[in-house]
């Protein structure tokens, strides 16, 4: 019975999971473990990192800093899971790259490495109960004991090897990178995005971009399984597109999360519609690589102002689908407006009621309201817009507003315009769910 119980290990059905482990690391666990016990350990271990994100909050910072997390504990827990298939006597699995490269981005984040171990401490413990509780189910009560003793056993020698080799790999990539000029130039930033006084010649001289100027900032973020090319590669040479297509006379280019690059273009006075309208006419779709622009700005704090919208911006895109290049011109009432997701939630449903709901034919009735009205209440130019007759437009227009509560009637047509604009925003990819979205 040793360690057969785990081919019996099945997710919970209510709480689906999306990997963020490569395609090749998912099959091979498959392979040796079963799809429901692969199943189970990633749903495990997203429940682990967001224990971990409430008691350690230093791992957090944004989307990216969770992913990096998520990545980290399914590693971890598929391990985990290996070890309990196995017997004590044989080599403990090593860590995998994705878990060691997570833990070398925590050292660059600057986590201390006391709470990076306490973060593998919560997560083995919490692994170790549900690993407990799969026991009580699955295995004859005149076994439990013995298996109990057994994973206690292997547990203790996992979390052993496991921390002491996140230890070592954390200061190897700590001591790396502050003697890094990588590490200078992040310090630099981090200043310039915290609005601290900065020495503008020094500065410039650090990151070699000239901090005066119009710049537009971009984040780009990328997806392991996109391409066989490395992620880094991709993002680098995505952003050094972007910048020719765009004139840029300089470009800075920072590595901020996994997977994740911070660019700065300096650029002529141009408008932000301008610059969009050429990247989206100029570059074709670069694969495996999105991106998020921020608006023109000028000078040192024009660098931070732009990046936080860049930042926005790609909160935003980072749930809906559409286009590889998200503007901030774009999305900014709606980013506006979902900073705090459930008072979002509340308004629209609040605002457009049983319009809100889900479905093609639903969707396609707030799109035309929501055409309509931004273009004045025009069905003419609507049409235009959406492609269809002028009569299709009037016909949805009523469709919609009759789903409208009653009470709507008291309602400005702005907060009306607004509610369709954050359902617009929440249109998501398969297997994403963006937190207002009306359930």
């Given at each position: 019975?040793?360690?057969?119980?785990?081919?019996?290990?099945?997710?919970?059905?209510?709480?689906?999971?999306?990997?963020?482990?490569?395609?090749?690391?998912?099959?091979?666990?498959?392979?040796e473990l079963g799809a429901g016990p692969v199943e189970w350990a990633l749903q495990s271990a997203d429940a682990i990192a967001e224990e971990v994100l409430r008691k350690v909050p230093e791992h957090g910072g944004g989307p990216a800093a969770a992913t990096t997390l998520r990545r980290v504990t399914q590693s971890a827990v598929l391990t985990g899971l290996h070890v309990m298939a196995s017997d004590i006597g044989r080599p403990l699995p090593t860590l995998t790259e994705e878990a060691l490269e997570g833990c070398r981005e925590f050292a660059r984040r600057g986590i201390p490495l006391e709470l990076v171990l306490r973060g593998v401490r919560l997560g083995h413990a919490q692994l170790a109960r549900g690993l407990a509780a799969a026991v009580e189910e699955h295995v004859p009560a005149d076994q439990r004991l013995a298996e109990l003793r057994r994973i206690d056993d292997l547990m203790f020698t996992y979390v052993d090897a496991h921390s002491s080799v996140m230890a070592e790999e954390y200061i190897a990539e700590r001591d790396r990178w502050r003697g890094s000029d990588e590490a200078a130039?992040?310090?630099?930033?981090?200043?310039?995005?915290?609005?601290?006084?900065?020495d503008r010649e020094a500065a410039a001289l650090c990151l070699r971009y000239d901090l005066s100027g119009t710049h537009v900032a971009?984040?780009?973020?990328?997806?392991?399984?996109?391409?066989?090319?490395?992620?880094?590669?991709?993002?680098?040479?995505?952003?050094?597109?972007?910048?020719?297509?765009?004139?840029?006379?300089?470009?800075?280019?920072?590595?901020?999360?996994?997977?994740?690059?911070?660019?700065?273009?300096?650029?002529?006075?141009?408008?932000?519609?301008?610059?969009?309208?050429?990247?989206?006419?100029?570059?074709?779709?670069?694969?495996?690589?999105?991106?998020?622009?921020?608006?023109?700005?000028?000078?040192?704090?024009?660098?931070?102002?732009?990046?936080?919208?860049?930042?926005?911006?790609?909160?935003m895109a980072s749930h809906a689908s559409g286009s590889w290049l998200c503007d901030y011109q774009?999305?900014?009432?709606?980013?506006?407006?979902?900073?705090?997701?459930?008072?979002?939630?509340?308004?629209?449903?609040?605002?457009?009621?049983?319009?809100?709901?889900?479905g093609a034919r639903l969707r396609e009735l707030?799109?035309?309201?929501?055409?309509?009205?931004?273009?004045?209440?025009?069905?003419?130019?609507?049409?235009?817009?959406?492609?269809?007759?002028?009569?299709?437009?009037?016909?949805?227009?009523?469709?919609?507003?009759?789903?409208?509560?009653?009470?709507t009637t008291a309602i400005t047509s702005l907060e009306v315009r607004v509610a369709l604009e954050i359902e617009a925003a929440s249109a998501h990819r398969p297997g994403a769910e963006l937190e207002y979205k009306v359930p």
């Amino acid at each position: 019975m040793r360690g057969q119980w785990l081919q019996w290990l099945r997710p919970d059905p209510g709480r689906l999971t999306e990997p963020v482990l490569s395609p090749a690391e998912l099959a091979a666990a498959r392979t040796e473990l079963g799809a429901g016990p692969v199943e189970w350990a990633l749903q495990s271990a997203d429940a682990i990192a967001e224990e971990v994100l409430r008691k350690v909050p230093e791992h957090g910072g944004g989307p990216a800093a969770a992913t990096t997390l998520r990545r980290v504990t399914q590693s971890a827990v598929l391990t985990g899971l290996h070890v309990m298939a196995s017997d004590i006597g044989r080599p403990l699995p090593t860590l995998t790259e994705e878990a060691l490269e997570g833990c070398r981005e925590f050292a660059r984040r600057g986590i201390p490495l006391e709470l990076v171990l306490r973060g593998v401490r919560l997560g083995h413990a919490q692994l170790a109960r549900g690993l407990a509780a799969a026991v009580e189910e699955h295995v004859p009560a005149d076994q439990r004991l013995a298996e109990l003793r057994r994973i206690d056993d292997l547990m203790f020698t996992y979390v052993d090897a496991h921390s002491s080799v996140m230890a070592e790999e954390y200061i190897a990539e700590r001591d790396r990178w502050r003697g890094s000029d990588e590490a200078a130039r992040r310090a630099v930033i981090d200043e310039l995005l915290a609005a601290r006084p900065v020495d503008r010649e020094a500065a410039a001289l650090c990151l070699r971009y000239d901090l005066s100027g119009t710049h537009v900032a971009a984040v780009l973020w990328g997806d392991d399984t996109a391409t066989a090319a490395p992620a880094a590669q991709r993002l680098h040479h995505a952003a050094s597109t972007m910048a020719r297509a765009l004139g840029a006379a300089r470009t800075l280019v920072i590595p901020a999360h996994d997977n994740h690059v911070w660019a700065w273009f300096a650029v002529s006075g141009k408008t932000d519609e301008d610059y969009v309208r050429h990247l989206r006419s100029s570059l074709p779709e670069p694969a495996g690589v999105r991106a998020a622009l921020g608006p023109p700005a000028p000078g040192p704090h024009g660098m931070r102002r732009s990046h936080l919208g860049a930042l926005q911006a790609q909160r935003m895109a980072s749930h809906a689908s559409g286009s590889w290049l998200c503007d901030y011109q774009d999305i900014r009432l709606a980013a506006l407006v979902t900073a705090d997701p459930e008072h979002a939630r509340w308004f629209v449903q609040e605002v457009l009621g049983p319009l809100a709901s889900e479905g093609a034919r639903l969707r396609e009735l707030r799109e035309t309201l929501r055409v309509y009205l931004a273009e004045e209440r025009s069905p003419r130019a609507a049409a235009e817009r959406l492609h269809v007759a002028r009569n299709t437009v009037t016909y949805r227009v009523k469709r919609a507003e009759d789903l409208l509560p009653v009470t709507t009637t008291a309602i400005t047509s702005l907060e009306v315009r607004v509610a369709l604009e954050i359902e617009a925003a929440s249109a998501h990819r398969p297997g994403a769910e963006l937190e207002y979205k009306v359930p």
